[in-house]
T-cell receptor, first 114, second 109 residues
Framework: DAMVIQNPRYQVTQFGKPVTLSCSQTLNHNVMYWYQQKSSQAPKLLFHYYDKDFNNEADTPDNFQSRRPNTSFCFLDIRSPGLGDAAMYLC?????????????FGPGTRLTVL | GQNIDQPTEMTATEGAIVQINCTYQTSGFNGLFWYQQHAGEAPTFLSY??LDGLEEKGRFSSFLSRSKGYSYLLLKELQMKDSASYLC??????????WGAGTKLIIKP
């Protein structure tokens, strides 16, 4: 089945220790997104790629970086995680950027910062 | 600014009908999505409305009024598995999704 896969599902890191979350997709979609979602809050878009074209949200901290080496894979790097970065990180894809394109989500990675 | 409002929590009884409302204010508007999110899981797509009116899909229906900046999700014949958060999201003129915080729906037997 075509899908969005995120690894790991649960990640524990120490304060200040870099961490990388990964996402892969078999849908061959052009757009990949990274969201941060804290409990009972709306998903917050961090950045998205349209193919290799990277788009950073204005309020995304510099501590968050992303790489998309090819169509299928996208990575989220948190350079120096703080306690406030503990959250669920959701990867999503869509066929295009047009408004009618639904987003398909991976199962998420829950990040704990000790 | 851009804003999505929906109730924080609702409770309903198994077998009943519930309506979850959403109002939105966006710079430009190109459509409205409803997603379902079970606790600890990713959101899954339920519906998309771009024209005024009601779209029915099985037990779930979604309504949109563009002039009023208003949508609702109607769930019929509620089942225990419908206990989840329901997120409303509107697309703005830049094709960005503006998300609501979600409505937590609790179903009681």
């Amino acid at each position: 089945d075509a899908m969005v896969i995120q690894n790991p599902r649960y990640q524990v890191t120490q304060f200040g220790k870099p961490v990388t979350l990964s996402c892969s997709q078999t849908l061959n979609h052009n757009v990949m997104y990274w969201y941060q979602q804290k409990s009972s809050q709306a998903p917050k878009l961090l950045f998205h790629y349209y193919d290799k074209d990277f788009n950073n949200e204005a309020d995304t901290p510099d501590n968050f970086q992303s790489r998309r080496p090819n169509t299928s894979f996208c990575f989220l790097d948190i350079r120096s995680p703080g306690l406030g970065d503990a959250a669920m990180y959701l990867c999503a894809t869509s066929r295009g950027l047009a408004d009618y394109n639904e987003q398909f989500f991976g199962p998420g990675t829950r990040l704990t910062v000790l | 600014g851009q804003n999505i409002d929906q109730p924080t929590e609702m409770t309903a009884t198994e077998g009943a009908i519930v309506q979850i409302n959403c109002t939105y204010q966006t710079s430009g508007f190109n459509g409205l999505f409803w997603y379902q999110q079970h606790a600890g899981e990713a959101p899954t797509f339920l519906s998309y409305n771009v024209l005024d009116g009601l779209e029915e899909k099985g037990r779930f229906s979604s309504f949109l009024s563009r002039s009023k900046g208003y949508s609702y999700l109607l769930l019929k014949e509620l089942q225990m598995k419908d206990s989840a958060s329901y997120l409303c999201a509107a697309t703005d003129s830049n094709y960005q999704l503006i998300w609501g915080a979600g409505t937590k729906l609790i179903i009681k037997p």
